[in-house]
């Protein structure tokens, strides 16, 4: 029969799990295996209706960006004809740019679409009156 993992391990799980830490990471930092840190998350998310919401918002804080971004980007991600590919494009440059194979100064590049796109629907709007 496997061993009762104590209550004060259980609460530090969950802490370290709230803050965005991964499964692999908690079992190490508990000295306990990512099995018995998805059942401890699980059996704690029986209590509540939205768990991942308070995991979200640790995310938000912990890296420091407006929750108004994460909003308009979520607003963006609903309205897009292919949400899933956006996911996956997004996961891709977050882990590009970890690994340090890439930088985020393409961010001028969408700018400078931007403005572009903004001038010819001027342009547009401008030719149709």
């Known amino acids: 029969m496997p061993t009762e993992i ?3 391990v259980k609460k530090q799980v969950i802490k370290e799990w709230l803050s ?3 499964s692999y990471r908690i079992a190490a930092d508990n000295s306990i295996g990512a099995s018995s840190v998805s059942i401890i998350i699980n059996e704690w998310k029986r209590g ?5 919401s308070i995991r979200s918002n640790n995310y938000i804080k912990n890296i420091g960006t ?3 971004e994460i909003e308009s ?7 897009s004809p292919e949400p899933e ?4 494009v997004a996961n891709q440059v977050a882990q590009l740019s970890r690994s340090g194979s890439i930088t985020l100064e393409f961010e ?4 400078q679409r931007n403005e572009e ?3 010819l629907d001027v342009v547009t709007r401008f030719k149709k009156v």
Do not use: C, M, W, Y
């Not at 509540?48 to 991942?52: A, D, I, K, S, V």
């Not at 590919?85 to 996956?88: H, K, N, P």
């Not at 001028?108 to 700018?111: C, K, L």
């Open 73 to 79: 980007f979520n607003a963006n991600l609903a309205n």
């Open 85 to 88: 590919r956006l996911i996956d």
């Open 117 to 119: 796109k903004q001038r």
């Open 48 to 52: 509540f209706e939205h768990p991942h």
């Open 6 to 8: 104590d209550t004060q």
């Open 66 to 68: 407006n929750p108004d």
């Open 108 to 111: 001028n590049h969408v700018r």
């Open 20 to 22: 965005g830490d991964s």
